[in-house]
């Protein structure tokens, strides 16, 4: 015969109601009570049905992803797979499960997105990133759906929870770090005005600047279209530049990395010839020759808080939008060194 709440109830000395809330992760049942039950599911091997339990509340018990769209090409990029580590490690914890978008192309994942409310699949949605121009966040705010971002709104951050790093003051701090070695010219690599994590970094990069008496110079920023298929021939062209940079603050590591793999190819040491500092402390990085020195954001801890602020929203509709700032910090490695005298 299978094994009922109230055989568990029975077990843990509790009323079938209260097992109940446990499974549901309710925030008003002790953890003392919640441990004796769950030992008493473990010990008579009680498993929850839970596709019949989201018919009776009315929930699906899984979160919606949205990612950048190119899924394949965005999964080579260790940040997604490490945030979406953290989401998964916290929605186990509620039973939640993940549901991923696939569209190849912007249009396509709004439509997956509109499915998913529509259709009622998740309960909630998780956003990996923040554009100046968001269909799906104002389509998610119209229709009064729960969801969080990870990076901060460009538009309506006072009606939105989010979770991000401090980029403009993190940039700042690093950029500073290499104006302290002595570099005087400093170049911005990757830089995406789509992409609000990059706005604000680029803020951050400016302000050092000013506040070192160094002149801001436009070519010395290159845009990550640019980099697409011709990384190689942007990094000989920056070299060749008169105002000739003698570091760089790269937007992303796996951007890094293909410059320092390149930099050999044309004959330049780094960091004798051209420091480098980049963003999201990959494992890759630090096995590099030389190692590279990068900000590390907390990938995990922001996929964590994230998916924290998602599941409130869910459970307390009414709750206060938040602002989760994860900290970031440089981690000094053999890519940076003093400017030659």
Do not use: W
Not at 76 to 87: D, Q, S, W
Not at 115 to 135: F, P, W
Request: hydrophobic letters at 40%; proline letters at 4%.
């Amino acid at each position: 015969m299978a094994v009922t709440i109230k055989d568990v109830g029975k077990l843990a000395n509790v009323s079938p109601s209260t097992v109940s809330r446990v499974l549901a992760n309710h925030p008003k049942i002790s953890d003392e009570t919640k441990r004796k039950v769950r030992e008493a599911m473990e010990e008579l091997g009680y498993h929850p049905n839970l596709q019949a339990r989201s018919l009776v509340v009315k929930s699906t018990k899984t979160i919606g992803i949205v990612m950048p769209h190119s899924t394949e090409r965005v999964l080579e990029n260790p940040f997604f797979p490490e945030v979406l580590r953290g989401i998964s490690l916290e929605a186990r914890k509620s039973q939640f499960g993940i549901y991923l978008t696939t569209g190849a192309s912007e249009e396509e994942i709004l439509q997956e997105v509109i499915e998913m409310v529509q259709g009622k699949r998740v309960d909630g949605i998780i956003l990996l990133y923040s554009k100046t121009n968001d269909k799906i966040m104002d389509y998610l705010l119209q229709n009064k759906f729960p969801f969080t971002v990870i990076g901060r709104p460009y538009q309506n951050a006072e009606r939105i929870t989010f979770v991000d790093n401090d980029n403009v003051f993190i940039t700042k701090q690093i950029t500073e770090y290499l104006i302290q070695l002595g570099h005087q010219k400093i170049a911005f690599i990757g830089a995406n005005m789509e992409m609000v994590f990059t706005i604000d970094r680029l803020k951050g990069f400016k302000q050092a600047l000013k506040e070192n008496g160094i002149a801001y110079q436009k070519e010395l920023i290159i845009y990550d279209k640019e980099l697409v298929d011709r990384t190689k021939e942007k990094l000989t062209e920056i070299l060749n530049l008169e105002s000739r940079p003698t570091a760089l603050v790269v937007s992303d590591d796996f951007i890094a990395i293909e410059l320092i793999s390149y930099a050999e190819e044309l004959s330049i040491s780094i960091p004798e010839d051209l420091s480098i500092v980049a963003f999201n402390n990959i494992s890759t990085g630090k096995y590099m020759k030389p190692s590279l020195t990068s900000v590390d954001i907390n990938i995990f801890q922001l996929g964590v808080e994230a998916t924290k602020c998602l599941l409130d929203n869910i459970t307390y509709p009414n709750a206060v939008t938040k602002r989760i700032t994860v900290p970031a910090k440089m981690v000094e490695r053999n890519s940076c060194c003093r400017v030659a005298e």
